[in-house]
T-cell receptor
Framework: QKEVEQNSGPLSVPEGAIASLNCTYS??????FFWYRQYSGKSPELIMF????GDKEDGRFTAQLNKASQYVSLLIRDSQPSDSATYLC??????????????FGQGTILTVHP | KAGVTQTPRYLIKTRGQQVTLSCSPI?????VSWYQQTPGQGLQFLFE???????NKGNFPGRFSGRQFSNSRSEMNVSTLELGDSALYLC???????????????FGPGTRLTVL
């Protein structure tokens, strides 16, 4: 079992719809979670991070964390064609030997069609 | 504030050669992490440096090494290159990391290494 798994995708949504990206993790020591967006040929760009259970909103993006269920999600409201990219979920362990290490899922390709 | 910079952006090497990649973090960031990204394995953690010390290392062979300088700039070196080392090498900088949390990491543009 991979440590961080994302819904396989690819995910295709119409412009203006809500895109829902999901991620589960197996390491209960994971404390912090990050969502990155990666356009083709580019490096990952940080969109959101979340440390606490519940929801965190930033503009059109909402990250949700449920530590009991080991589940993280990213909702993108009013999806735009410019949101078309690969979305990467990453977790970080709080343990003292885990400095600087993010464990990434395999990514979900999102396509927003006009 | 300038972002993370990496040089060179592209490299072509042959098997058996060695390569050195450079990363300059965001000003004020003291932690630099390195990752390898391939289509098959995704993003995998190589190592992390903080205050010139390697604090964490991923599951890569000893051919992969790195260092950090007093100005927080970091280099990674791959010796005896293999075809499978062809990948996008990314560095990410962070303000700091503690035992409690990994702070947000910001990635550079990457170095695309091709081994022939």
């Amino acid at each position: 079992q991979k440590e961080v798994e994302q819904n396989s995708g690819p995910l295709s949504v119409p412009e203006g719809a809500i895109a829902s990206l999901n991620c589960t993790y197996s390491d209960r020591g994971s404390q912090s979670f990050f969502w990155y967006r990666q356009y083709s040929g580019k490096s990952p760009e940080l969109i959101m991070f979340i440390y606490s259970n519940g929801d965190k909103e930033d503009g059109r993006f909402t990250a949700q964390l449920n530590k009991a269920s080991q589940y993280v999600s990213l909702l993108i409201r009013d999806s735009q064609p410019s949101d078309s990219a690969t979305y990467l979920c990453a977790g970080a362990n709080a343990g003292g030997t885990s400095y600087g290490k993010l464990t990434f899922g395999q990514g979900t390709i999102l396509t927003v069609h006009p | 504030k300038a972002g993370v910079t990496q040089t060179p952006r592209y490299l072509i090497k042959t098997r058996g050669q060695q390569v050195t990649l450079s990363c300059s973090p965001i000003s004020g960031h003291r932690s630099v992490s390195w990752y390898q990204q391939t289509p098959g394995q995704g993003l995998q953690f190589l190592f992390e440096y903080f205050s010139e010390t390697q604090r964490n290392k991923g599951n890569f062979p000893g051919r992969f090494s790195g260092r950090q300088f007093s100005n927080s700039r970091s280099e990674m070196n791959v010796s005896t290159l293999e075809l499978g080392d062809s990948a996008l090498y990314l560095c990410a900088s962070s303000r700091t990391t503690s035992g409690a949390n990994v702070n947000e990491q910001f990635f550079g543009p990457g170095t695309r290494l091709t081994v022939l």
